[in-house]
Structures are given as structure tokens and as C-alpha cells.
């Protein structure tokens, strides 16, 4: 068999020329909806991961507040902490601490409160103390002049008060002495 072609060579291109515009059509509306879809489903990511790192920051940052709430306890906790293990350390080393603790709080006026207390190796000690009124400096210099150990002998020595400042309903000084361990 014979093949008879009926169609002019000019309709022919044309019918060629209409197939292949109509497969480049489809392949490249195929291609711009796998495009837009794949831009869409990345704005959409994008759009998703802004909003989740938006709420991570404002809970580390709601959290960072709590925490600035807990930071000065955690501080005072860890002094406390750091004091009892030295003055476990000092009572531990020398039981003698033990007797010269207790003289020191015989020795203060039920009016006066000790804010901080230092003791050095040469048990040269510097304290802090808050008390009632000015007649507080006078009865916790006279208490610690006339503390005496077991042995009768001075407890402190060297007592000297630096400075006072009035503070609320009361007044703030500074206290050096030596103890004497021997009178212990």
C-alpha cells in the first residue's frame, strides 16, 4: 500500500507546527503550576518558620524575666552556702571555735545584730553590726571590754568602732577587735 497524501505540504506544517505549539503549551502551563505550587508550599514554610521562631523568642524572653526574678535568691542561696561550708570548716579545724562563737554571742546586747562578720588568720575580726540607738555602740562596747573567756581572762581585745550612720528606726556601725583564742 500506498501512502497518498491529500493534504498540501503547507497544511501539513501547519497541523505539525499546531502540535507542537500545543505540547510546548501544556508542558509549560504543566511547569508553571509546579513552579507557583512549589513557591507557594516555600512562602507558606517560610511564612510558618517566622512565626514559630517569633513565639520561641517571646518565651525565652518571658522566661530570661522569670529567671532575673530567681537570680539574686540563687546568689543569696549560694552565699549561704559558701558561709555554712567555711564556718563548717573553721569549727571542724579548731574546736575551740565552737567556745569562741558562743563568747561572741554572750557577749552582745540583746539590741544589736551582727550584718557581717570577717575573721582573719590572725583572728583580727571586722563586723558589721545594726543597732537599736546610739546607747547600743555604748552597751556593745562595754559587753566585748568586759567579755571573759573560761579562764577569766579578756575574751577581745583591741576593740575599736570605726563609724556609725543612723538608719531607719535605728543605726548602722563598724567594729575591729582581736580575739583572744588563749582565753577560750
Known amino acids: 500500500m500506498q501512502k497518498i497524501n491529500l493534504i498540501p505540504e503547507v497544511k501539513q506544517q501547519q497541523i505539525k507546527a499546531k502540535k507542537n505549539n500545543m505540547i510546548a503549551t501544556t508542558v509549560a502551563v504543566v511547569v508553571s503550576i509546579v513552579l507557583g505550587a512549589t513557591i507557594l508550599v516555600l512562602l507558606s514554610y517560610i511564612v510558618a518558620r517566622k512565626a514559630q521562631i517569633a513565639n520561641t523568642d517571646t518565651q525565652k524572653n518571658t522566661l530570661d524575666q522569670q529567671l532575673k526574678a530567681y537570680s539574686?535568691?540563687?546568689?543569696?542561696?549560694?552565699?549561704?552556702?559558701?558561709?555554712?561550708?567555711?564556718?563548717?570548716?573553721?569549727?571542724?579545724?579548731?574546736?575551740?571555735?565552737?567556745?569562741?562563737?558562743?563568747?561572741?554571742?554572750?557577749?552582745?546586747?540583746?539590741?544589736?545584730?551582727?550584718?557581717?562578720?570577717?575573721?582573719?588568720?590572725?583572728?583580727?575580726?571586722?563586723?558589721?553590726?545594726?543597732?537599736?540607738?546610739?546607747?547600743?555602740?555604748?552597751?556593745?562596747?562595754?559587753?566585748?571590754?568586759?567579755?571573759?573567756?573560761?579562764n577569766k581572762t579578756a575574751a577581745f581585745t583591741g576593740l575599736e568602732v570605726d563609724s556609725y550612720t543612723s538608719v531607719n528606726n535605728g543605726v548602722s556601725f563598724s567594729a575591729k577587735f582581736t580575739i583572744n583564742k588563749d582565753a577560750f
Open 72 to 150: 539574686s535568691l540563687e546568689k543569696t542561696v549560694l552565699s549561704l552556702e559558701t558561709g555554712l561550708n567555711d564556718i563548717n570548716t573553721i569549727i571542724s579545724s579548731d574546736s575551740k571555735w565552737l567556745d569562741i562563737f558562743g563568747g561572741i554571742e554572750r557577749a552582745t546586747p540583746t539590741d544589736i545584730r551582727f550584718s557581717s562578720l570577717r575573721i582573719t588568720a590572725d583572728n583580727a575580726v571586722t563586723a558589721e553590726l545594726k543597732g537599736k540607738d546610739v546607747d547600743s555602740i555604748d552597751r556593745f562596747l562595754k559587753s566585748f571590754s568586759a567579755a571573759q573567756g573560761a
